[in-house]
């Protein structure tokens, strides 16, 4: 069954740097556009980034521009987010998926990014 395990989130100081990563199954990674998305308390969850199939295509939200860099791995099934630069508006819990998705209805659990001194 599809599976998505996020790693890598913490607890960081403004202004400083988490990469996350996604590891992807059961389905055909390279054959979908992924994303990652965002979810903060009490609101609604957001696209934060996507890249294309093969890699050679991202985009941002644009409060994410020139902070976060997503990239993946078809190797490894794996997809990942750069997140420098961080804000406290950043504190959300990240998820990965396809784009568009939700891949057969399923979301990982995600992994927490807490900004704060």
């Known amino acids: 069954q599809v599976q998505f395990v996020e790693s890598g989130g913490g607890l960081v100081q403004p202004g400083g740097s988490l990469r996350l990563s996604c590891a992807a199954s059961?389905?055909?990674?390279?054959?979908?556009?992924m994303s990652w998305y965002r979810q903060a308390p009490g609101k609604e969850r957001e696209v934060v980034a996507i890249?294309?199939?093969?890699?050679?295509?991202?985009s941002y939200a644009d409060s994410m521009k020139g902070r976060f860099t997503i990239s993946r791995d078809n190797a490894k099934n794996t997809v990942y987010l750069q997140m420098n630069s961080l804000k406290p508006e950043d504190t959300a819990v990240y998820y990965c998926?396809?784009?568009?998705?939700?891949?057969?209805?399923?979301w990982g659990q995600g992994t927490q990014v807490t900004v704060s001194s």
């Open positions: 998926n396809t784009r568009p998705g939700p891949i057969r209805g399923y």
């Open positions: 059961g389905f055909i990674f390279n054959n979908y556009d």
């Open positions: 890249i294309s199939s093969s890699g050679g295509r991202t």
